[in-house]
Nanobody, 122 residues
Framework: QLVESGGGFVQPGGSLRLSCVVS????????IAWFRQAPGKEREAVSC????????YYTDAVKGRFTISRDNAKNTVYLQMDSLKPEDTAVYYCAKSTYSYWSGDPSDFTLWGQGTQVTVSS
């Protein structure tokens, strides 16, 4: 399973770090991604960390502001979110891919956490 934490309320320009603790499988073999869904909007992929090459995918809206990382010893994937904007407000989910890399297809992510709310507002 995957369990997210770290969401909350923050003012524009602030920072949050989300954590995704995984259990039942090893981070050594599967890519983990962060998705988000705002009210009335489609779910979108935010970032994904590859196991195959150590690289990462970021959607254009968060490039330069968000950083994904993992700590295999703690079975945890992090999403550091800086310079937050009101448009980052959403429920953030982590998910496990069938593959070791970002495939570009959300349907390849077959195990999901319950989500954590991030609200950016003044």
């Amino acid at each position: 399973q995957l369990v997210e934490s770290g969401g909350g309320f923050v003012q524009p320009g602030g920072s949050l770090r989300l954590s995704c603790v995984v259990s039942g499988f090893s981070l050594d073999y599967y890519a983990i991604a962060w998705f988000r869904q705002a009210p009335g909007k489609e779910r979108e992929a935010v970032s994904c960390i590859n196991i195959s090459d150590g690289g990462a995918y970021y959607t254009d809206a968060v490039k330069g502001r968000f950083t994904i990382s993992r700590d295999n010893a703690k079975n945890t994937v992090y999403l550091q979110m800086d310079s937050l904007k009101p448009e980052d407000t959403a429920v953030y989910y982590c998910a496990k891919s069938t593959y070791s890399y970002w495939s570009g297809d959300p349907s390849d992510f077959t195990l999901w956490g319950q989500g954590t709310q991030v609200t950016v507002s003044s």
